[in-house]
């Protein structure tokens, strides 16, 4: 997983600065990029490869759906509390194809005791809408 900022000395993309996205195997083998992380906020965008398509060559649902996920996750663990997912919706509103790339932006509408809302609207790479994700977080009691 990286970040969309470069490292001066090699023009090479740096790792995200969080641990828990540091372990993330899935989304890093997914090529997924970090494009910004702030407290409740997150931004993460992913290129669809050939491999990422289903069975009528559009990119597969279940990961359309992992990169709003991994949004979420960001966008959810704000602080130094390990916080999970209770529960999420995705709406698919327009299919897309390998090459394409897709934005997937988190946005906290509601943090409250050891419950938070989320939206996450996915977009392609010309800001047409291809999926509405609403997810549901709990904060554990597990420091990160």
Known sequence: MTDATTDAAT??????????????????ALGMV?????????????RVRDDMTNGFHITHGGLVFTLADTAFAIA???????????GADITFLKSTVAGQTL????????????????????VDEHGDPVAEFRGRSISTNRSI
């Open 103 to 122: 934005t997937a932006t988190a946005v906290r509408r509601t943090r409250s005791g050891r419950t938070g809302l989320y939206d996450v609207s996915v």
């Open 11 to 28: 023009d090479a993309p740096r790792r995200a600065d969080r641990p828990m996205m540091d372990r993330d195997l899935a989304s890093a």
């Open 76 to 86: 959810c663990n704000e602080d130094d509390t390990v916080t999970v997912a209770a």
């Open 34 to 46: 970090v494009e910004r992380d702030d407290p409740g906020l997150a931004v993460v965008s992913m």
